[in-house]
C-alpha cells in the first residue's frame, strides 16, 4: 500500500517538474511572440544582436519577477508593466507615443487574451494558477489553444502597427477579418460540443489552432501580395509618365538651344542695328527695335530644380495644370546628392499634383503652389490647392487621397525616410505638407 502511494507521489511529482519546464518554455515562447511584434514594427536603437541580448536579459528579469512575486499579485503587475515599458523606451527610437502604445497594446492582448481563455477553455487549475497540478496532456491542449489565440491577436496588431504597408482600407480590414472571425466562432461550436457530451480533446484543438492560423497568416499574404502588385503596378505607370515627361523636357531643351543658336548668330546685326540707329540721332527708332527684340523672348520656364528628373517631371506637370485652368506657382530648391530616389520624388510630386489638381478641377478660383525647401536636415515638401466646398456636407475635399492608393504611398514614403506628412484644412483652401528626413 505504501509503496503504490508513494509511487503516485513519485508520478506526480515527476508530472508537476514536467509541468514546471513546459509552463516556463511556453511562457518564453509567449514572450518572445511580443518582441517579435515590436521588433517588426518598431525602429530598433541598436544592432539586431544586441537588441536581443537586452531583450532576453528582461526575459531572465521577468521571470524571476513572476517567481518572488505571488500570482495575481497587483505589485507584479506594476512591476512587469514598468519594466516592460522601461525596455521597450531603451530598445526603440519611434517617437515615445508610439513606443507607449505599441507597449500598452501587447498588455492589452495578453489580457484579452486571458479574459477570452477564461471564459472558453481554461480549466480550474489554470484560473487559480496552478497550471504545474493538471495532467501534461492536459496542459499542452490548454497551451496550445492559448499560443495560438494569443497569435492571432498578436497578428492582428502587427497588421494595424504596420497598416501603412498594406494599402488596404478600412473597408479590406473589415473584410479580412471575417475569415479568422468565422473559423473561432467554428471552434467556439466545436468546443461547447466537447464539453456538452465530455468528448476527450487534448491535442485537437492545438493542431486546429495552428492551421487556422497557417491559414489566416497564408489568406493575408495572398491579398496583401495582391494589394503590392497594384501598387507596383500604378508606380510603374507613373515611371512611364516620367520617361514621356523627360522626352518633353528634352524636346524644350533642344528647342530653346536652338533659338538661342538662331539669336547668337543674329546678336551682331542686332547691335550694329541698334548702334547705326542712335548714332545717326534716330533714338526713338532704336527703342522700337529694341522693344520688338524683348517681345520675342524665348520661354524660360524650364530649369525649376538642378535635379534633372524631377526637373523634366515637374515641368510637364505643370504645364498640364496651367493649361487646364490652374494658376500655378512653384519654388522647387531641390539640389543634387540627396538621400532621395527619384522613384520616390515621382511618386511625391505625382501624388501631390494629381490630388490638387482633381480638388482644382471643382473650385471656383483653381490655385495651386508647389513648395519644396531643405531646412534643418530636413526636405519639407508642401503643397496648396483651393478647393470647393459644398454646403451641408462634410464631402472629402481630395477624394483620390481616400479613395485611391495617393494617401497610403505617401506615408509609405514618409516612412521610408523617418519623416512624417499632415494635412490641414482653411476656409478654401487644403494643404498638404510632407517632411523628408535627409541629413544636414
Keep these: 500500500m505504501l509503496k503504490k502511494i508513494k509511487t503516485k507521489l513519485e508520478l506526480v511529482i515527476l508530472n508537476a517538474g514536467i509541468n514546471s519546464i513546459l509552463v516556463f518554455l511556453f511562457n518564453i515562447v509567449y514572450i518572445i511572440m511580443w518582441f517579435g511584434v515590436l521588433n517588426m514594427s518598431l525602429t530598433k536603437r541598436y544592432s539586431r544582436r544586441r537588441t536581443y541580448l537586452i531583450q532576453v536579459l528582461w526575459i531572465i528579469l521577468y521571470r524571476a519577477v513572476t517567481v518572488w512575486l505571488p500570482f495575481m499579485s497587483g505589485v507584479r503587475m506594476v512591476l512587469f508593466m514598468v519594466i516592460f515599458l522601461g525596455l521597450n523606451l531603451l530598445c526603440y527610437t519611434d517617437s515615445k507615443r508610439k513606443i507607449i502604445f505599441a507597449s500598452e497594446a501587447i498588455l492589452a492582448v495578453v489580457i484579452t487574451n486571458e479574459v477570452i481563455g477564461a471564459g472558453l477553455y481554461y480549466p480550474q487549475q489554470a484560473i487559480q494558477g496552478a497550471l504545474t497540478s493538471i495532467d501534461t496532456l492536459e496542459l499542452v491542449s490548454f497551451w496550445g489553444i492559448y499560443l495560438s489565440m494569443g497569435g492571432v491577436l498578436l497578428f492582428f496588431l502587427y497588421v494595424f502597427l504596420n497598416r501603412n504597408r498594406f494599402f488596404f482600407s478600412a473597408g479590406d480590414w473589415g473584410m479580412l477579418a471575417l475569415f479568422p472571425v468565422s473559423q473561432y466562432a467554428?471552434?467556439?461550436?466545436?468546443?461547447?460540443?466537447?464539453?456538452?457530451?465530455?468528448?476527450?480533446?487534448?491535442?485537437?484543438?492545438?493542431?486546429?489552432?495552428?492551421?487556422?492560423?497557417?491559414?489566416?497568416?497564408?489568406?493575408?499574404?495572398?491579398?496583401?501580395?495582391?494589394?503590392?502588385?497594384?501598387?507596383?503596378?500604378?508606380?510603374?505607370?507613373?515611371?512611364?509618365?516620367?520617361?514621356?515627361?523627360?522626352?518633353?523636357?528634352?524636346?524644350?531643351?533642344?528647342?530653346?538651344?536652338?533659338?538661342?543658336?538662331?539669336?547668337?548668330?543674329?546678336?551682331?546685326?542686332?547691335?550694329?542695328?541698334?548702334?547705326?540707329?542712335?548714332?545717326?540721332?534716330?533714338?526713338?527708332?532704336?527703342?522700337?527695335?529694341?522693344?520688338?527684340?524683348?517681345?520675342?523672348?524665348?520661354?524660360?520656364?524650364?530649369?525649376?530644380c538642378e535635379n534633372p528628373v524631377v526637373d523634366a517631371f515637374l515641368h510637364n506637370r505643370i504645364e498640364e495644370a496651367r493649361a487646364s485652368g490652374i494658376h500655378v506657382e512653384a519654388r522647387i530648391e531641390l539640389g543634387l546628392g540627396l538621400p532621395v530616389s527619384n522613384v520616390d520624388f515621382i511618386r511625391i510630386f505625382g501624388n501631390l499634383i494629381d490630388n490638387a489638381v482633381e480638388a482644382c478641377a471643382l473650385a471656383d478660383k483653381p490655385e495651386l503652389s508647389i513648395e519644396c525647401v531643405k531646412a534643418r536636415g530636413c526636405l519639407v515638401i508642401k503643397t496648396k490647392n483651393s478647393l470647393k466646398r459644398v454646403p451641408g456636407k462634410n464631402a472629402k475635399k481630395i477624394p483620390e487621397l481616400d479613395r485611391g492608393l495617393g494617401k497610403f504611398v505617401l506615408a509609405e514614403v514618409a516612412k521610408k525616410y523617418n519623416g512624417s506628412i499632415s494635412y490641414k484644412e482653411s476656409e478654401d483652401f487644403y494643404i498638404t505638407e510632407l517632411i523628408l528626413e535627409v541629413g544636414a
Design 186 to 304: 467554428l471552434m467556439y461550436g466545436w468546443l461547447y460540443s466537447f464539453r456538452l457530451y465530455n468528448v476527450d480533446r487534448p491535442l485537437f484543438f492545438p493542431i486546429i489552432m495552428i492551421a487556422c492560423i497557417l491559414a489566416d497568416i497564408g489568406f493575408f499574404k495572398t491579398v496583401s501580395s495582391i494589394s503590392q502588385r497594384a501598387v507596383l503596378a500604378a508606380e510603374n505607370d507613373m515611371l512611364a509618365v516620367q520617361v514621356e515627361s523627360q522626352e518633353k523636357h528634352y524636346a524644350s531643351l533642344t528647342a530653346q538651344y536652338e533659338s538661342i543658336r538662331r539669336m547668337r548668330h543674329d546678336i551682331a546685326n542686332h547691335i550694329n542695328a541698334v548702334k547705326s540707329l542712335f548714332d545717326s540721332g534716330r533714338s526713338e527708332d532704336a527703342r522700337d527695335y529694341l522693344r520688338e527684340l524683348d517681345a520675342n523672348s524665348y520661354d524660360a520656364a524650364l530649369g525649376l
